[in-house]
């Protein structure tokens, strides 16, 4: 049984409990955080920090700790359930109200709750790594208007993701007004003759961490970019197609729609970038460089 963080206390996950009155339970009315661990030690993690309070402040929250009471908390998550790589989830509700209503009520005691996934071992041979790939479908973008914000109301994404599963692909690109946005929990990524591209940032999509690292490792490698809209139809003319998240990575797509994409392997740019992004990993196991990773 793994050991949770709540409110201030260390304990039993199984003994982690919230009042039914908390807004989070009733409304969905929080964020949350997802932070990977390599060796020990939280990866971009002050990236991750000041996008959970960009979402508390979307939210009308005016809560925001230190950065520092943030890490303390996920360290002592580590060290209680020593994990040298793993996954944690930190999340943030408004916290209990005596009544329920749609009224947001002035609140100073948020809830506040992490909890740690183990993630498997890295990979020493990952130069050759057997990484799998994906295949998707595509679906129209049901979610609400503020995907920017990384809130906890995630039941749509939710559907979209178990629609891909029935239909045995992976996971779901959502598309809005004819455009690829991002799937239902990671950002997207295609490639057209050697150029990466991928959606800019607006309401319609989440600012991920991996993809900002993504975007700043390929312009540390001299590959080329863009963020520009991607029309639906022109996935399936793409020579590859990516998927990012903290805990992904970097993805590899395969199939659209039951259309091949390229050769139907992992493309040639996503192996470049693959191999960046694992140097640097291995770089933070040999203590060559911190988990922020300036590049």
């Known amino acids: 049984m793994s050991i949770a963080y709540l409110n201030g206390e260390f304990l039993n996950l199984e003994q982690a409990t919230v009042p039914v009155l908390d807004r989070g339970f009733l409304f969905g009315d929080g964020v949350y955080e997802v932070i990977p661990v390599y060796a020990g030690k939280p990866f971009r993690f002050t990236s991750h920090i000041k996008r959970l309070h960009k979402s508390l402040s979307a939210i009308l929250m005016s809560f925001e700790q230190p950065e520092d009471t943030w890490l303390e908390i996920c360290q002592g998550l580590i060290e209680r359930n020593d994990f040298d790589n793993a996954s944690i989830y930190l999340q943030v509700t408004r916290g209990s109200y005596i009544n329920r209503h749609h009224d947001i009520p002035e609140l100073d005691k948020p809830t506040v709750m992490a909890m740690i996934s183990p993630l498997p071992p890295v990979q020493k041979d990952w130069q050759v790594a057997d990484i799998k790939c994906y295949s998707v479908i595509t679906e129209e973008d049901i979610r609400w208007q503020r995907c920017d914000i990384k809130a906890i109301t995630l039941l749509a994404n939710c559907m979209l993701k178990q629609k891909a599963l029935e239909s045995g692909a992976d996971d779901t690109i959502l598309v809005r007004n004819g455009e690829a946005n991002e799937a239902t929990s990671s950002n997207l990524f295609i490639v057209r003759d050697g150029v990466m591209i991928t959606p800019p940032l607006s309401e319609q ?19 080329r970019y863009e963020e520009r809209p991607i029309p639906e139809h022109e996935l ?52 060559e460089i911190s988990g922020e990773v300036e590049l």
């Open 205 to 223: 999509l989440l600012a991920g961490v991996t993809r900002e690292f993504i975007l700043a490792l390929a312009k540390k490698h001299g590959i």
């Open 236 to 287: 399936e003319l793409a020579d590859e197609i990516w998927l990012s998240s903290s805990t992904k990575e970097i993805r590899p797509v395969i199939k659209v729609n039951g259309v091949t994409i390229g050769d139907g392997v992992a493309g040639p740019v996503w192996r470049r970038m693959y191999v960046y992004y694992q140097q640097l990993k291995e770089q933070l196991y040999q203590g």
